[in-house]
């Protein structure tokens, strides 16, 4: 009997080891989805604004507002939320 528990509470032990595993196994998923998100965030209105600017100089404008320019222009007439449409 003694042996029968001494494997019981070493079964329980790799089992308790394996939730662990799991367990940190989302880390880095979690870690990733973080970052990329952050990253597509911070990175999507600067595109925006690139793209403005180039579709305004293939539509044959002279003056192109600057990047600050044309963030305050977005900014003002379609509101924050127009940065990420």
Do not use: C, K, W
Request: hydrophobic share 40%; net charge negative; no cysteine.
């Amino acid at each position: 009997t003694l042996n029968n528990h001494n494997i019981e509470q070493s079964t329980q032990h790799v089992h308790e080891i394996d939730d662990d595993a799991r367990r940190q196994a989302y880390i880095p998923l979690v870690a990733g989805s973080t970052s990329r998100l952050l990253a597509s965030l911070s990175t999507a209105p600067l595109e925006l604004v690139r793209t403005r600017q180039a579709s305004a100089i293939g539509n044959g404008e002279r003056v192109v507002p600057g990047m600050m320019e044309e963030f305050r222009l977005l900014l003002r007439t379609n509101g924050f939320s127009s940065l990420f449409t």
